[in-house]
């Protein structure tokens, strides 16, 4: 049933009479605008993480004026609030370290200010979940409006995709393949164009996550940045979140379990990132559901990759969407998804795929002829990671799926850099490289520093890929036998943190084990000798992040920022 005016949650800045109420109408009188544009109007934030140091958001200043120009011509009355720009290539030591920061932020800012809904601007990786988490915290209509991919990148008459290329194109400098000279032309072509990374890397992932889950309107994941199409979509965003305020349709009344699973699956059959496993549990235990390691690895045993995207695959977001896209995709596994979940705007994901179609077979590929024919993600236990640790089997070389080999560890981060290239380090082929101490308190952050270096020497006599071991995440757009999200992580004392140089270490993806070989009894005296290292932080946000973050296998959310306890329309009443 439609609400009326006075039901709307700004009624109570905007329309009653005392004296705060006058002075929220007289400020907004001195932005110039007129009591009529407001009055009895649902206010509609949009949350936008526009920043000069964002590239992946650089359209977002053009695209906010289409979303409230929606929201206007609806009936709305918009109003944008900045928030926090997760830069992924700009901020130090990750951005990873801020995505609870800025849901933090989301769900203040639409606690403290007259928001009847929201419009929230994100892609560039962490924003997505982030402002995710915080509008289901608050629970009020929301819609999201994705990025988008940039254009392809160009490089001498081919293809460049993000990361995918930075690290296949680095590896060559460094074994002496290409000269300086190409590196730079490479620098210069592999991003063109607003929007964020043309790969299936996090932001793809975590988008596609996001239109599945109803959060977007249907097909809007997949349109590339600079595409009109994309203008006409952030600006009917603006038009349906007007409506969803008067029917108050909130994420809450239609995210289910099965809504989360069919993201998982979407996430598999993209052949999507590693890094959607943390995010997504974190989006759940939001919602107040407990989506674990343990379905992710359950659903990839039976979910094929379709989506021919680099890494895994070979092509990049502008040809998926000319390919049919996100719904072109969902077209070809509507018999494994949950079609009758719905979306923001009431429909049921059956009705949204109604008319999708796929027009390049080898961009979306059939079911019977998939990339990869499952376990598109692998959840790894074992001595080594007895609370989990994740791997990417479709983008690793197939020999290491059972492999064995000597450990060779660094303590660190800075460890790794000095000593990896030392041609004097005892490694070959057949070792184990492992990083202690990324995870997420003792990088402090868990960054993307899990696709490890292969040794310069080792690169010169063609090795492409090893057996990595780390807590640390993976870009989502990179690739290699990387296990990764190791829990509990080393930093806490993590089984991680025993490993020497020259202990064997077992993977198994066949049988999801990862496993330090020594004894039960050798590794309950190197844990009694373990000595808990200094905490990284000693003031500031840095101390409530180590005090309260959560390890991998929980999605590292704030433990004070799980639904327990919390009620999200409850806030105290603001006058
Ligand atoms: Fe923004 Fe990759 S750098 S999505």
Not at 81 to 98: G, I, N, R
């Amino acid at each position: 049933m439609k609400k009326k005016s006075e039901e709307l949650r700004s009624h109570r800045w905007y329309g009653v009479k005392d004296l705060r109420s006058f002075g929220h109408r007289s400020r907004t009188a001195q932005m110039g605008f007129h009591r009529s544009d407001y009055a009895g109007k649902p206010v509609i934030a949009v949350i936008n993480t526009w920043s000069d140091i964002n590239p992946c958001h650089s359209h977002f200043k053009q695209r906010v004026e289409e979303v409230k120009r929606g929201i206007w011509q609806a009936g709305g009355f918009p109003v944008e609030m900045p928030a926090m720009s997760l830069s992924e290539p700009f901020q130090k030591p990750t951005t990873m370290l801020y995505r609870n920061l800025l849901a933090m932020e989301t769900e203040e800012l639409l606690r403290s200010y007259p928001a009847d809904g929201c419009v929230l601007m994100g892609g560039c990786d962490k924003t997505t979940p982030a402002l995710i988490m915080g509008a289901l915290a608050m629970n009020l209509p929301t819609l999201f409006v994705p990025a988008g991919p940039m254009l392809r990148g160009d490089y001498k008459g081919g293809f460049l995709g993000s990361g995918s290329d930075t690290w296949k194109y680095w590896a060559e400098l460094r074994a002496g393949n290409i000269t300086e000279q190409d590196w730079q032309d490479v620098e210069d072509g592999i991003a063109r164009s607003p929007g964020h990374c043309m790969t299936m890397g996090t932001a793809s992932t975590m988008t596609s996550a996001a239109e599945v889950l109803g959060l977007t309107l249907p097909g809007a994941a997949s349109i590339p940045a600079p595409d009109s199409r994309h203008a006409q979509m952030a600006t009917l965003t603006g038009k349906h979140i007007v409506d969803l305020v008067w029917n108050d349709i909130k994420p809450l009344d239609y995210l289910t379990p099965a809504s989360f699973d069919n993201a998982v699956m979407t996430v598999l059959a993209l052949g999507g990132s590693t890094n959607s496993i943390v995010h997504l549990i974190a989006m759940a235990r939001r919602a107040g559901f407990n989506l674990t390691l343990d379905r992710f690895d359950e659903l990839a045993r039976r979910i094929p990759v379709l989506a021919n995207l680099r890494p895994s695959g070979k092509y990049l977001m502008e040809d998926f969407y000319y390919a049919g896209g996100l719904r072109g995709l969902l077209s070809r596994i509507t018999d494994l998804l949950d079609t009758t979940q719905r979306n923001a705007l009431g429909q049921t994901l059956a009705q949204t795929l109604q008319d999708a179609e796929v027009y390049h077979d080898d961009v979306i590929r059939t079911r019977d002829n998939p990339l990869v024919s499952n376990d598109g993600l692998a959840v790894l236990r074992g001595n080594l990671a007895p609370d989990g640790a994740v791997i990417k089997p479709a983008a690793m070389e197939a020999h290491l799926r059972q492999h064995t080999g000597r450990a060779v560890v660094f303590k660190d981060y800075n460890d790794m850099s000095t000593r990896i290239d030392d041609p004097a380090l005892d490694i070959d082929a057949n070792s184990v490289i492992v990083l202690q101490s990324a995870g997420p308190q003792g990088a402090p952050g868990m960054p993307e520093w899990g696709q490890l270096p292969i040794p310069q020497k080792l690169l010169k006599q063609g090795v492409r890929d090893m057996v990595r071991v780390s807590d640390a995440r993976m870009s989502g757009t990179s690739y290699g036998a990387c296990v990764l999200h190791v829990a509990p992580e080393s930093h806490v004392g993590g089984p991680l943190a025993l490993v020497r140089d020259g202990d064997l270490i077992r993977l198994d993806i066949e049988g999801r084990r990862i496993d330090l070989l020594i004894s039960d009894e050798e590794m309950s005296q190197r844990q009694a000798a373990w000595q808990a290292p200094a905490p990284k932080f000693q003031r500031g946000y840095g101390t409530l992040y180590l005090k309260h973050i959560q390890q991998a296998d929980k999605g590292c959310d704030f433990d004070f920022l799980l639904p327990e306890g919390s009620n999200p329309e409850g806030e105290p009443e603001i006058h």
